[in-house]
C-alpha cells in the first residue's frame, strides 16, 4: 500500500453514463445548471509540488476572484483549526510510536528514516504514524522550492478579504486515517524508507500526470489501484458523498470556488460524476 498512500497524501486517496469522456481534461470545471443563478468553479490541486510545476492560469484566478465564496477541504485559514490538527495527531495518552514498531524495527526504522529526513522519527514519538508518512511525503519531492495550492489560494482569500471555509472538518479528515489499522500504517511506513528513491520515481509520475490535467488518469493512478479498495470507501466515497450536500446549499446562495485533492474530482465515485447524478451540468473549463 506504499505506493497508493504517499500519492493519496500528495493528492488528496468501470463508469457509468454520467463520467467523464476522454478529451474532457481539466483541472477546472464549472458547475451550472438546475437552479442555480450562477456558475460555480471546482478546482482539482495536489497539496504539495515544486515550484517549477507549480501552474495557475489566470481563469483560475479570474474565477477564485468572481465567487462569493471559497471552500477547501479544511478550513485551512483558521489557527483554532491548526492547533487542533495537532491535538489529533497525537498518539493516546501512554502509547508511542517506538511501541508501535517494536524496539529493534524502530531503531532501524530511524535509522533510515534520519538519513531521508535530517531528523529522527524520536522527535515524533507521542504522534500517529500519519505525521511520519506527511514528512516523508514532502521529501519525496526531489527539489527544494515548494508550491502548495491550498496556501496560494488562502493568500489571495486574504488579500481579496474572502473567508475561507471547509466542506469537511478536520475532525473528519483525521478520523479517515484513524481507520486504517496501525499494523498497516507501520508496514507502509517501513516499505517507504526502503524503497525511497522508488517513491521519488512515483511521485514523478504523479506531477506528470497532474499537469496532463487528465482527472481520470488521476483518479486511476491515485486511488483506484487495488490496495486502496479496503480504505476507498471511507478515504474518497463518503467523503465525496458528504461534500455534495454542502457545495449544494451554497452553491445555491451564490458562485462558489471549491479547490480539492484532484483524486476526489474523477470516477464513478468522483465529485464531477455526483454532480451531475444531482442534475448539475458540470463541464472542463480549457486552461
Given at each position: 500500500?506504499?505506493?497508493?498512500?504517499?500519492?493519496?497524501?500528495?493528492?488528496i486517496?468501470?463508469?457509468?453514463?454520467?463520467?467523464?469522456?476522454?478529451n474532457?481534461?481539466?483541472l477546472?470545471?464549472?458547475?451550472?445548471?438546475k437552479?442555480?443563478?450562477?456558475p460555480?468553479y471546482?478546482?482539482?490541486?495536489?497539496?504539495?509540488?515544486?515550484?517549477?510545476d507549480?501552474?495557475?492560469?489566470?481563469?483560475v484566478?479570474?474565477k477564485?476572484?468572481?465567487?462569493?465564496?471559497?471552500?477547501?477541504?479544511?478550513?485551512?485559514?483558521d489557527?483554532?483549526?491548526?492547533?487542533?490538527?495537532?491535538?489529533l495527531?497525537?498518539?493516546?495518552?501512554?502509547?508511542?510510536?517506538?511501541?508501535?514498531?517494536?524496539?529493534?524495527a524502530?531503531?532501524?526504522?530511524?535509522?533510515?528514516?534520519?538519513?531521508?529526513?535530517?531528523?529522527?522519527?524520536a522527535?515524533?514519538?507521542?504522534?500517529?504514524?500519519?505525521?511520519?508518512?506527511?514528512?516523508?511525503?514532502?521529501?519525496?519531492?526531489s527539489?527544494?522550492?515548494?508550491?502548495?495550492?491550498?496556501?496560494?489560494?488562502?493568500?489571495?482569500?486574504?488579500?481579496?478579504?474572502?473567508?475561507i471555509k471547509?466542506?469537511?472538518?478536520?475532525?473528519?479528515?483525521?478520523?479517515?486515517f484513524?481507520?486504517?489499522?496501525?499494523s498497516?500504517e507501520?508496514?507502509?511506513?517501513?516499505?517507504m524508507?526502503?524503497?525511497?528513491d522508488?517513491?521519488?520515481?512515483?511521485?514523478?509520475?504523479?506531477i506528470?500526470?497532474?499537469?496532463?490535467?487528465?482527472?481520470e488518469?488521476?483518479?486511476?493512478?491515485?486511488?483506484?489501484?487495488?490496495?486502496?479498495?479496503?480504505?476507498?470507501?471511507?478515504l474518497?466515497?463518503?467523503?465525496?458523498?458528504?461534500?455534495?450536500?454542502?457545495?449544494?446549499?451554497?452553491?445555491?446562495?451564490?458562485?462558489?470556488f471549491?479547490?480539492?485533492?484532484?483524486?476526489?474530482?474523477?470516477?464513478?465515485?468522483?465529485?464531477?460524476?455526483?454532480?451531475?447524478?444531482?442534475?448539475?451540468?458540470?463541464?472542463?473549463v480549457?486552461?
Open positions: 500500500m506504499k505506493k497508493t498512500f504517499v500519492l493519496l497524501l500528495a493528492i486517496v468501470s463508469c457509468t453514463g454520467f463520467g467523464q469522456t476522454k474532457e481534461t481539466s477546472l470545471w464549472e458547475i451550472s445548471g437552479n442555480l443563478k450562477q460555480s471546482l478546482f482539482g490541486t495536489v497539496h504539495i509540488i515544486c515550484k517549477e507549480f501552474f495557475l492560469p489566470e481563469i484566478r479570474t477564485f476572484s468572481a465567487a462569493h465564496e471559497v471552500f477547501l477541504e479544511l478550513d485551512m485559514d489557527p483554532a483549526m491548526m492547533m487542533k490538527m495537532m491535538s495527531m497525537q498518539l493516546p495518552k501512554g502509547q508511542t510510536i517506538k511501541q508501535l514498531f517494536g524496539d529493534s524502530f531503531a532501524a526504522f530511524d535509522k533510515k528514516y534520519q538519513k531521508i529526513t535530517g531528523m529522527s522519527a522527535l515524533f514519538n507521542t504522534f500517529k504514524p500519519l505525521m511520519l508518512m506527511s514528512m516523508l511525503t514532502e521529501k519525496s519531492l527539489c527544494s522550492g515548494r508550491e502548495s495550492y491550498e496556501q496560494t489560494f488562502i493568500a489571495m482569500a486574504a488579500k481579496e478579504k474572502k473567508d471547509g466542506l469537511e472538518k478536520i475532525e473528519d479528515q483525521i478520523a479517515v484513524d481507520g486504517i489499522p496501525d498497516v507501520i508496514a507502509n511506513l517501513q516499505t524508507v526502503a524503497n525511497f522508488k517513491s521519488i520515481e512515483e511521485f514523478k509520475k504523479l506528470t500526470v497532474y499537469k496532463s490535467q487528465d482527472v488518469a488521476i483518479f486511476n493512478l491515485t486511488a483506484a489501484s487495488p490496495e486502496l479498495m479496503e480504505a476507498q470507501n471511507d474518497l466515497v463518503k467523503r465525496n458523498n458528504n461534500w455534495i450536500p454542502v457545495m449544494q446549499n451554497n452553491m445555491e446562495t451564490g458562485a462558489c471549491f479547490a480539492v485533492g484532484a483524486a476526489h474530482l474523477g470516477g464513478d465515485i468522483g465529485v464531477i460524476n455526483l454532480l451531475r447524478k444531482k442534475g448539475y451540468t458540470v463541464k472542463p480549457k486552461l
